[in-house]
Protein backbone atom coordinates (compact mmCIF):
# COMPACT_ATOMS: atom_id res chain seq x y z
CA UNK A 1 0.00 0.00 0.00
CA UNK A 2 1.47 3.44 -0.93
CA UNK A 3 1.47 6.55 1.47
CA UNK A 4 0.65 9.66 -0.95
CA UNK A 5 0.36 13.27 0.73
CA UNK A 6 -3.18 14.48 0.12
CA UNK A 7 -2.39 17.62 -2.52
CA UNK A 8 -3.71 21.50 -1.82
CA UNK A 9 -6.23 22.56 -4.11
CA UNK A 10 -4.90 23.90 -7.28
CA UNK A 11 -5.29 27.64 -7.92
CA UNK A 12 -7.92 28.89 -10.70
CA UNK A 13 -5.17 29.85 -13.64
CA UNK A 14 -5.73 33.06 -15.08
CA UNK A 15 -6.88 32.46 -17.99
CA UNK A 16 -9.88 30.38 -16.88
CA UNK A 17 -10.53 32.77 -14.61
CA UNK A 18 -10.72 35.24 -17.77
CA UNK A 19 -12.78 32.54 -19.37
CA UNK A 20 -15.47 32.78 -16.71
CA UNK A 21 -15.63 36.46 -16.37
CA UNK A 22 -16.22 36.80 -20.18
CA UNK A 23 -19.08 33.98 -20.15
CA UNK A 24 -20.38 36.22 -17.04
CA UNK A 25 -20.27 38.99 -19.63
CA UNK A 26 -21.87 37.39 -21.66
CA UNK A 27 -24.90 35.90 -19.70
CA UNK A 28 -25.35 39.57 -18.89
CA UNK A 29 -25.81 40.52 -22.52
CA UNK A 30 -28.35 37.56 -22.87
CA UNK A 31 -28.80 34.00 -23.08
CA UNK A 32 -25.40 32.10 -23.19
CA UNK A 33 -23.94 30.20 -26.36
CA UNK A 34 -24.96 27.21 -26.78
CA UNK A 35 -21.60 25.49 -25.93
CA UNK A 36 -21.39 27.33 -22.82
CA UNK A 37 -25.33 25.93 -22.14
CA UNK A 38 -24.35 22.81 -23.17
CA UNK A 39 -21.17 22.20 -20.40
CA UNK A 40 -23.47 23.93 -17.88
CA UNK A 41 -25.97 21.38 -18.28
CA UNK A 42 -23.35 18.75 -18.19
CA UNK A 43 -22.02 19.73 -15.35
CA UNK A 44 -25.61 19.62 -13.79
CA UNK A 45 -26.02 16.30 -14.75
CA UNK A 46 -22.66 14.41 -13.23
CA UNK A 47 -24.08 12.52 -10.23
CA UNK A 48 -22.80 13.57 -7.17
CA UNK A 49 -21.41 10.83 -4.61
CA UNK A 50 -22.12 12.55 -1.81
CA UNK A 51 -23.95 10.38 1.18
CA UNK A 52 -23.62 6.82 3.18
CA UNK A 53 -22.85 3.67 0.85
CA UNK A 54 -22.65 0.37 1.29
CA UNK A 55 -20.58 -2.38 0.10
CA UNK A 56 -21.59 -5.03 -1.66
CA UNK A 57 -19.89 -7.65 0.17
CA UNK A 58 -17.34 -6.87 3.50
CA UNK A 59 -18.97 -5.40 5.67
CA UNK A 60 -18.04 -1.75 4.96
CA UNK A 61 -19.89 1.85 5.00
CA UNK A 62 -18.50 4.28 2.89
CA UNK A 63 -19.07 7.91 4.03
CA UNK A 64 -18.62 10.57 1.63
CA UNK A 65 -18.85 14.04 2.33
CA UNK A 66 -17.55 16.64 0.28
CA UNK A 67 -13.57 16.63 -0.02
CA UNK A 68 -13.61 13.54 2.81
CA UNK A 69 -13.95 10.03 2.43
CA UNK A 70 -14.30 7.59 5.84
CA UNK A 71 -15.39 4.17 6.13
CA UNK A 72 -17.07 2.15 9.14
CA UNK A 73 -16.44 -1.70 9.78
CA UNK A 74 -20.00 -3.03 10.10
CA UNK A 75 -21.37 -6.29 11.42
CA UNK A 76 -25.14 -7.09 12.90
CA UNK A 77 -23.38 -6.34 16.62
CA UNK A 78 -21.26 -3.45 15.76
CA UNK A 79 -20.16 -0.40 13.63
CA UNK A 80 -16.53 0.66 14.18
CA UNK A 81 -14.51 3.63 12.62
CA UNK A 82 -12.19 2.06 9.82
CA UNK A 83 -8.70 2.15 8.84
CA UNK A 84 -10.02 4.31 6.02
CA UNK A 85 -9.91 7.61 5.82
CA UNK A 86 -9.39 9.94 2.46
CA UNK A 87 -8.64 13.46 1.01
CA UNK A 88 -10.08 13.99 -2.58
CA UNK A 89 -7.21 14.96 -4.35
CA UNK A 90 -8.32 17.48 -7.55
CA UNK A 91 -11.60 17.81 -8.84
CA UNK A 92 -14.25 15.43 -9.87
CA UNK A 93 -13.94 13.70 -13.39
CA UNK A 94 -16.19 14.75 -15.91
CA UNK A 95 -18.85 11.50 -14.68
CA UNK A 96 -18.31 12.59 -11.53
CA UNK A 97 -15.44 10.29 -10.98
CA UNK A 98 -13.63 11.05 -7.27
CA UNK A 99 -9.99 9.99 -6.22
CA UNK A 100 -8.91 10.31 -2.95
CA UNK A 101 -5.59 9.94 -1.39
CA UNK A 102 -5.39 7.80 1.91
CA UNK A 103 -2.68 7.89 4.53
CA UNK A 104 -0.72 4.18 4.21
CA UNK A 105 -1.92 3.44 1.42
CA UNK A 106 -2.50 3.35 -2.44
CA UNK A 107 -4.73 6.18 -4.05
CA UNK A 108 -8.62 5.23 -3.82
CA UNK A 109 -11.08 6.14 -7.00
CA UNK A 110 -14.76 5.79 -6.70
CA UNK A 111 -16.84 6.09 -9.73
CA UNK A 112 -20.40 6.75 -10.86
CA UNK A 113 -21.80 3.27 -12.40
CA UNK A 114 -25.90 4.32 -12.44
CA UNK A 115 -28.65 5.09 -10.17
CA UNK A 116 -27.95 4.67 -6.66
CA UNK A 117 -24.62 2.29 -7.68
CA UNK A 118 -21.02 3.54 -7.15
CA UNK A 119 -17.43 1.28 -7.80
CA UNK A 120 -14.74 2.33 -5.50
CA UNK A 121 -10.65 0.56 -6.41
CA UNK A 122 -7.34 0.86 -4.67
CA UNK A 123 -4.86 1.43 -7.28
CA UNK A 124 -2.61 -1.59 -5.92
CA UNK A 125 -5.71 -4.02 -5.87
CA UNK A 126 -7.02 -5.63 -8.77
CA UNK A 127 -10.77 -5.53 -9.41
CA UNK A 128 -13.86 -3.47 -8.15
CA UNK A 129 -16.17 -3.35 -5.05
CA UNK A 130 -19.86 -2.43 -5.53
CA UNK A 131 -21.28 0.02 -3.59
CA UNK A 132 -24.96 1.04 -3.12
CA UNK A 133 -26.35 4.14 -1.57
CA UNK A 134 -28.40 3.36 1.58
CA UNK A 135 -29.94 6.07 4.18
CA UNK A 136 -28.51 7.22 6.84
CA UNK A 137 -25.26 5.98 9.21
CA UNK A 138 -26.56 4.30 11.94
CA UNK A 139 -26.48 5.60 14.79
CA UNK A 140 -24.17 2.80 16.52
CA UNK A 141 -21.57 4.12 15.02
CA UNK A 142 -21.33 7.59 16.35
CA UNK A 143 -21.05 6.03 19.49
CA UNK A 144 -17.75 4.45 21.54
CA UNK A 145 -18.06 1.36 21.88
CA UNK A 146 -17.69 -1.39 24.84
CA UNK A 147 -14.23 -2.13 25.66
CA UNK A 148 -15.48 -5.37 27.29
CA UNK A 149 -13.56 -8.44 26.55
CA UNK A 150 -16.99 -10.19 26.32
CA UNK A 151 -17.94 -6.96 23.56
CA UNK A 152 -14.57 -7.97 21.90
CA UNK A 153 -15.49 -11.69 21.50
CA UNK A 154 -18.70 -10.93 19.66
CA UNK A 155 -17.36 -8.41 16.90
CA UNK A 156 -14.27 -11.24 16.15
CA UNK A 157 -16.74 -14.40 15.97
CA UNK A 158 -19.60 -12.19 14.32
CA UNK A 159 -17.16 -10.79 11.70
CA UNK A 160 -16.04 -14.22 10.72
CA UNK A 161 -19.47 -15.78 10.78
CA UNK A 162 -20.31 -12.93 8.71
CA UNK A 163 -17.65 -12.69 5.79
CA UNK A 164 -15.48 -16.00 5.79
CA UNK A 165 -16.27 -18.26 3.22
CA UNK A 166 -14.41 -21.40 3.59
CA UNK A 167 -15.55 -23.34 6.47
CA UNK A 168 -17.11 -26.09 5.15
CA UNK A 169 -14.13 -26.56 2.92
CA UNK A 170 -11.95 -26.14 6.29
CA UNK A 171 -14.68 -28.38 8.20
CA UNK A 172 -15.18 -26.14 10.72
CA UNK A 173 -18.68 -25.58 12.66
CA UNK A 174 -18.48 -21.69 13.26
CA UNK A 175 -21.34 -21.93 15.75
CA UNK A 176 -19.88 -24.71 17.83
CA UNK A 177 -16.88 -22.62 18.51
CA UNK A 178 -18.68 -19.96 19.45
CA UNK A 179 -20.25 -22.52 22.06
CA UNK A 180 -17.13 -23.35 22.71
CA UNK A 181 -15.16 -20.62 23.71
CA UNK A 182 -18.31 -17.50 24.11
CA UNK A 183 -18.81 -19.34 28.06
CA UNK A 184 -14.93 -18.39 29.05
CA UNK A 185 -15.03 -14.85 28.33
CA UNK A 186 -16.13 -12.66 31.13
CA UNK A 187 -15.71 -8.84 32.59
CA UNK A 188 -12.33 -9.75 34.26
CA UNK A 189 -11.19 -12.02 31.21
CA UNK A 190 -6.98 -10.37 31.09
CA UNK A 191 -5.67 -9.51 27.54
CA UNK A 192 -3.59 -12.54 27.57
CA UNK A 193 -6.43 -14.74 28.27
CA UNK A 194 -8.75 -13.24 25.73
CA UNK A 195 -6.08 -13.58 23.27
CA UNK A 196 -5.51 -17.24 23.99
CA UNK A 197 -9.19 -17.60 22.91
CA UNK A 198 -9.44 -15.60 19.92
CA UNK A 199 -6.27 -17.48 18.66
CA UNK A 200 -7.50 -21.26 19.60
CA UNK A 201 -10.61 -19.65 17.72
CA UNK A 202 -8.90 -19.28 14.24
CA UNK A 203 -5.95 -21.53 14.31
CA UNK A 204 -7.45 -25.03 13.30
CA UNK A 205 -8.25 -22.86 10.04
CA UNK A 206 -4.76 -23.19 8.79
CA UNK A 207 -5.68 -19.93 6.66
CA UNK A 208 -2.39 -17.76 6.12
CA UNK A 209 -5.08 -15.02 5.66
CA UNK A 210 -6.04 -14.84 9.22
CA UNK A 211 -4.58 -13.16 11.88
CA UNK A 212 -4.67 -11.72 15.24
CA UNK A 213 -2.76 -8.70 16.35
CA UNK A 214 -2.51 -7.56 20.40
CA UNK A 215 0.52 -5.85 19.80
CA UNK A 216 4.14 -5.74 18.60
CA UNK A 217 4.60 -8.87 20.59
CA UNK A 218 1.72 -10.66 20.93
CA UNK A 219 0.16 -11.68 17.75
CA UNK A 220 -0.77 -14.55 15.58
CA UNK A 221 -1.23 -15.62 11.93
CA UNK A 222 -2.57 -18.64 10.21
CA UNK A 223 -0.58 -21.36 7.98
CA UNK A 224 -1.18 -24.79 6.33
CA UNK A 225 0.08 -27.56 8.08
CA UNK A 226 3.75 -28.44 7.89
CA UNK A 227 4.70 -24.66 6.55
CA UNK A 228 7.88 -23.29 8.28
CA UNK A 229 8.31 -19.69 7.54
CA UNK A 230 11.28 -18.39 6.56
CA UNK A 231 14.28 -17.14 8.76
CA UNK A 232 17.77 -14.76 7.60
CA UNK A 233 19.65 -17.93 8.26
CA UNK A 234 16.70 -20.36 5.80
CA UNK A 235 17.13 -17.57 3.60
CA UNK A 236 20.56 -17.18 2.86
CA UNK A 237 21.13 -21.19 2.63
CA UNK A 238 18.65 -20.88 -0.25
CA UNK A 239 20.21 -18.04 -2.18
CA UNK A 240 23.64 -20.27 -1.57
CA UNK A 241 21.46 -23.35 -3.35
CA UNK A 242 20.66 -21.20 -6.15
CA UNK A 243 24.02 -19.34 -6.71
CA UNK A 244 25.12 -23.24 -7.02
CA UNK A 245 22.44 -23.85 -9.07
CA UNK A 246 22.40 -21.34 -11.98
CA UNK A 247 25.95 -21.20 -11.82
CA UNK A 248 29.14 -19.97 -10.67
CA UNK A 249 29.70 -17.75 -13.86
CA UNK A 250 26.58 -16.58 -13.99
CA UNK A 251 25.90 -12.48 -13.21
CA UNK A 252 22.67 -12.28 -11.45
CA UNK A 253 21.00 -8.93 -12.05
CA UNK A 254 19.38 -7.43 -9.27
CA UNK A 255 16.66 -4.50 -8.51
CA UNK A 256 13.72 -3.40 -6.22
CA UNK A 257 16.67 -4.30 -2.92
CA UNK A 258 16.42 -7.44 -4.20
CA UNK A 259 13.06 -8.63 -4.98
CA UNK A 260 13.50 -8.65 -8.63
CA UNK A 261 16.31 -10.21 -10.27
CA UNK A 262 17.31 -11.70 -13.73
CA UNK A 263 20.02 -13.62 -14.87
CA UNK A 264 20.63 -15.25 -18.86
CA UNK A 265 21.53 -19.01 -18.93
CA UNK A 266 23.33 -21.26 -21.37
CA UNK A 267 21.06 -22.04 -23.91
CA UNK A 268 19.32 -18.62 -24.80
CA UNK A 269 16.86 -19.05 -21.19
CA UNK A 270 16.11 -16.70 -18.73
CA UNK A 271 16.05 -16.70 -15.02
CA UNK A 272 13.45 -13.66 -13.65
CA UNK A 273 13.35 -14.45 -10.01
CA UNK A 274 10.35 -12.59 -7.69
CA UNK A 275 10.24 -12.67 -4.09
CA UNK A 276 7.93 -10.08 -3.16
CA UNK A 277 5.01 -7.92 -4.76
CA UNK A 278 5.80 -4.66 -2.66
CA UNK A 279 8.44 -2.93 -0.65
CA UNK A 280 10.44 -2.46 -3.90
CA UNK A 281 11.86 1.33 -2.39
CA UNK A 282 11.68 2.73 0.53
CA UNK A 283 9.17 5.47 0.92
CA UNK A 284 8.11 5.54 -2.87
CA UNK A 285 4.54 3.98 -1.70
CA UNK A 286 2.37 1.97 -4.71
CA UNK A 287 3.67 4.62 -6.99
CA UNK A 288 7.30 4.24 -6.31
CA UNK A 289 6.93 0.23 -6.46
CA UNK A 290 5.71 0.72 -9.83
CA UNK A 291 8.16 2.51 -11.82
CA UNK A 292 11.02 0.32 -10.08
CA UNK A 293 9.29 -2.81 -11.35
CA UNK A 294 8.72 -1.06 -14.33
CA UNK A 295 12.37 -0.05 -14.90
CA UNK A 296 13.53 -3.83 -13.74
CA UNK A 297 10.69 -5.40 -16.53
CA UNK A 298 12.26 -2.75 -19.06
CA UNK A 299 15.57 -4.00 -18.43
CA UNK A 300 14.82 -7.61 -18.72
CA UNK A 301 12.29 -7.79 -21.54
CA UNK A 302 14.72 -5.46 -24.04
CA UNK A 303 13.87 -6.30 -27.73
CA UNK A 304 16.62 -8.35 -28.07
CA UNK A 305 15.80 -11.10 -25.73
CA UNK A 306 12.47 -10.76 -26.79
CA UNK A 307 12.72 -10.75 -30.70
CA UNK A 308 15.27 -12.16 -33.31
CA UNK A 309 17.83 -14.91 -33.80
CA UNK A 310 19.19 -13.91 -30.37
CA UNK A 311 15.40 -14.04 -28.49
CA UNK A 312 14.78 -16.13 -25.42
CA UNK A 313 14.05 -19.77 -26.18
CA UNK A 314 12.23 -19.95 -22.73
CA UNK A 315 11.66 -18.20 -19.32
CA UNK A 316 12.07 -19.73 -15.61
CA UNK A 317 10.00 -17.39 -13.33
CA UNK A 318 10.82 -18.35 -9.89
CA UNK A 319 7.82 -17.52 -6.89
CA UNK A 320 9.21 -19.99 -4.44
CA UNK A 321 10.10 -17.48 -1.81
CA UNK A 322 7.43 -15.14 -2.25
CA UNK A 323 5.63 -13.26 0.84
CA UNK A 324 2.77 -11.76 -1.45
CA UNK A 325 1.87 -8.26 -2.15
CA UNK A 326 -0.17 -6.45 -4.82
CA UNK A 327 -2.14 -8.91 -7.46
CA UNK A 328 -1.95 -5.59 -9.39
CA UNK A 329 1.69 -5.72 -9.55
CA UNK A 330 1.01 -9.48 -10.77
CA UNK A 331 -0.33 -8.44 -13.81
CA UNK A 332 1.83 -5.94 -14.48
CA UNK A 333 4.51 -8.74 -14.99
CA UNK A 334 1.69 -10.78 -16.88
CA UNK A 335 1.80 -8.02 -19.70
CA UNK A 336 5.43 -8.28 -20.29
CA UNK A 337 4.52 -12.22 -21.02
CA UNK A 338 1.52 -12.65 -23.67
CA UNK A 339 1.14 -10.72 -27.02
CA UNK A 340 -3.14 -11.10 -26.83
CA UNK A 341 -5.30 -10.38 -23.81
CA UNK A 342 -6.37 -13.28 -21.80
CA UNK A 343 -8.41 -14.14 -18.69
CA UNK A 344 -6.55 -13.65 -15.39
CA UNK A 345 -9.18 -14.93 -13.20
CA UNK A 346 -12.65 -14.21 -11.89
CA UNK A 347 -13.00 -12.29 -8.22
CA UNK A 348 -15.79 -12.44 -6.35
CA UNK A 349 -17.01 -11.64 -2.52
CA UNK A 350 -18.97 -13.55 0.03
CA UNK A 351 -22.11 -11.13 0.29
CA UNK A 352 -24.55 -12.54 2.24
CA UNK A 353 -23.74 -12.50 6.13
CA UNK A 354 -26.12 -15.52 6.77
CA UNK A 355 -25.13 -17.56 3.75
CA UNK A 356 -21.60 -18.41 3.61
CA UNK A 357 -22.56 -19.82 -0.37
CA UNK A 358 -23.49 -16.31 -1.45
CA UNK A 359 -21.29 -14.48 -3.64
CA UNK A 360 -21.05 -11.59 -5.19
CA UNK A 361 -21.27 -11.01 -9.05
CA UNK A 362 -17.38 -13.08 -10.36
CA UNK A 363 -15.57 -9.81 -12.25
CA UNK A 364 -13.34 -10.86 -15.12
CA UNK A 365 -9.83 -9.50 -14.10
CA UNK A 366 -7.90 -9.61 -17.68
CA UNK A 367 -4.36 -9.72 -18.87
CA UNK A 368 -3.57 -7.14 -21.43
CA UNK A 369 -0.19 -7.36 -23.50
CA UNK A 370 2.44 -4.51 -22.56
CA UNK A 371 2.62 -2.05 -25.76
CA UNK A 372 6.40 -2.98 -26.28
CA UNK A 373 8.79 -5.91 -26.01
CA UNK A 374 7.06 -9.10 -25.01
CA UNK A 375 8.08 -12.78 -24.10
CA UNK A 376 5.64 -14.76 -26.06
CA UNK A 377 7.66 -17.83 -25.57
CA UNK A 378 7.69 -21.01 -23.26
CA UNK A 379 7.38 -20.08 -19.50
CA UNK A 380 8.13 -22.30 -16.31
CA UNK A 381 7.27 -21.40 -13.28
CA UNK A 382 8.82 -22.89 -9.48
CA UNK A 383 6.27 -22.90 -6.96
CA UNK A 384 6.45 -24.02 -3.55
CA UNK A 385 4.47 -23.88 -0.41
CA UNK A 386 6.20 -20.42 0.58
CA UNK A 387 4.76 -18.96 -2.69
CA UNK A 388 1.79 -16.88 -0.51
CA UNK A 389 -1.51 -14.74 -1.69
CA UNK A 390 0.08 -12.08 -4.48
CA UNK A 391 2.47 -14.71 -5.76
CA UNK A 392 -0.53 -17.47 -5.80
CA UNK A 393 -2.74 -14.94 -7.53
CA UNK A 394 0.04 -14.17 -10.20
CA UNK A 395 0.82 -17.69 -10.64
CA UNK A 396 -3.24 -18.28 -11.22
CA UNK A 397 -2.68 -15.02 -14.00
CA UNK A 398 -0.35 -17.19 -15.52
CA UNK A 399 -2.49 -20.22 -16.50
CA UNK A 400 -4.42 -18.68 -18.72
CA UNK A 401 -1.65 -17.58 -20.96
CA UNK A 402 -0.99 -19.30 -24.23
CA UNK A 403 1.51 -21.10 -24.42
CA UNK A 404 0.77 -22.40 -21.24
CA UNK A 405 3.32 -22.27 -18.28
CA UNK A 406 4.83 -25.17 -17.05
CA UNK A 407 5.02 -25.77 -13.04
CA UNK A 408 7.16 -26.82 -11.43
CA UNK A 409 8.19 -27.82 -7.51
CA UNK A 410 5.18 -28.01 -4.81
CA UNK A 411 1.54 -27.06 -4.43
CA UNK A 412 1.62 -22.67 -3.69
CA UNK A 413 -0.07 -21.98 -0.21
CA UNK A 414 -3.37 -21.69 -0.83
CA UNK A 415 -4.69 -18.12 -0.38
CA UNK A 416 -5.27 -15.67 -2.40
CA UNK A 417 -8.29 -13.40 -1.32
CA UNK A 418 -7.14 -9.64 -0.20
CA UNK A 419 -7.07 -9.52 3.41
CA UNK A 420 -9.74 -7.97 5.37
CA UNK A 421 -8.27 -6.03 7.44
CA UNK A 422 -10.43 -5.22 10.96
CA UNK A 423 -10.06 -3.75 14.34
CA UNK A 424 -11.19 -4.80 17.75
CA UNK A 425 -13.19 -2.33 20.33
CA UNK A 426 -10.03 -2.77 22.81
CA UNK A 427 -7.63 -1.38 19.86
CA UNK A 428 -6.30 -4.75 18.69
CA UNK A 429 -6.59 -5.59 14.74
CA UNK A 430 -7.24 -8.77 13.22
CA UNK A 431 -7.85 -9.88 9.60
CA UNK A 432 -9.51 -12.68 6.87
CA UNK A 433 -10.41 -13.63 4.07
CA UNK A 434 -13.26 -13.18 2.65
CA UNK A 435 -12.99 -13.44 -1.13
CA UNK A 436 -12.24 -16.37 -3.94
CA UNK A 437 -9.78 -16.11 -7.11
CA UNK A 438 -12.37 -18.18 -9.69
CA UNK A 439 -10.25 -19.91 -12.95
CA UNK A 440 -12.59 -19.61 -16.21
CA UNK A 441 -13.92 -22.94 -15.02
CA UNK A 442 -15.06 -21.75 -11.80
CA UNK A 443 -12.48 -23.70 -9.99
CA UNK A 444 -10.84 -22.00 -6.50
CA UNK A 445 -7.33 -23.11 -5.24
CA UNK A 446 -8.39 -21.42 -1.57
CA UNK A 447 -6.85 -24.32 0.71
CA UNK A 448 -4.83 -26.42 -0.91
CA UNK A 449 -3.10 -24.41 -3.50
CA UNK A 450 -2.43 -24.73 -7.17
CA UNK A 451 -0.54 -27.77 -7.88
CA UNK A 452 2.42 -28.11 -9.78
CA UNK A 453 2.65 -29.80 -13.07
CA UNK A 454 5.89 -31.72 -12.16
CA UNK A 455 6.50 -32.09 -8.83
CA UNK A 456 9.42 -31.66 -7.41
CA UNK A 457 11.13 -31.21 -3.64
CA UNK A 458 11.30 -27.34 -2.92
CA UNK A 459 14.08 -26.34 -0.28
CA UNK A 460 14.85 -29.51 1.38
CA UNK A 461 17.52 -29.76 4.43
CA UNK A 462 19.02 -32.21 2.05
CA UNK A 463 19.20 -29.77 -0.81
CA UNK A 464 20.30 -26.85 1.00
CA UNK A 465 22.71 -28.81 3.10
CA UNK A 466 24.45 -30.29 -0.69
CA UNK A 467 23.92 -26.67 -1.72
CA UNK A 468 21.61 -28.55 -4.40
CA UNK A 469 18.72 -26.84 -6.59
CA UNK A 470 16.26 -29.76 -7.51
CA UNK A 471 13.64 -27.70 -8.95
CA UNK A 472 15.41 -25.08 -10.37
CA UNK A 473 17.65 -27.95 -12.12
CA UNK A 474 14.59 -29.90 -13.57
CA UNK A 475 13.14 -26.71 -14.88
CA UNK A 476 16.33 -26.27 -16.83
CA UNK A 477 16.38 -29.77 -18.38
CA UNK A 478 13.43 -29.34 -19.63
CA UNK A 479 13.12 -28.89 -23.71
CA UNK A 480 12.10 -25.76 -25.26
CA UNK A 481 11.69 -25.50 -28.85
CA UNK A 482 14.05 -23.70 -31.02
CA UNK A 483 13.57 -20.23 -31.70
Excluded at 49 to 78: F, H, K, P, Q
Aim: glycine share 10%; net charge positive; with cysteine.
Amino acid sequence: MSDPAARRPRRRPALAAAALAAATALTACGAPPPALAAAAAARAAVPSLDGVWRSDGYGTLVVIRGRTLRTYETTAVSCLPGAVTGVRDGAPGPDGTLRFTVPDSAPLTVAPAGPGRATTAFADNAGHHTLLRTGPLPRRCGTPPPRDPRAVFDVFWQTYAENYPFFRAKGIDWNAVRARYRPRITARTTDAELFAVLRAMIEPLHDAHTRVVAGPDRWFAGKRPGTVLPTPAFTARVDAALAAGLGPHTVLRQWARGRLAYADLPGRIGYFRVTQFSGYTEHGGFAGDTAELDRALDAVFTTARTQGPRALRGLIVDLRLNGGGSDALGLRIAARLTGRPYLAYRKRARNDPGDPGAFTRPEPVTVRPYRGPVHTGPVTVLTGRLTVSAGETFTQALMGRSPAPVRIGENTQGVFSDVLGRALPNGWSFGLPNEEFLTAGGRTFDGPGIPPDVRTPVFTDADLAARRDSALARARRLPVPDA
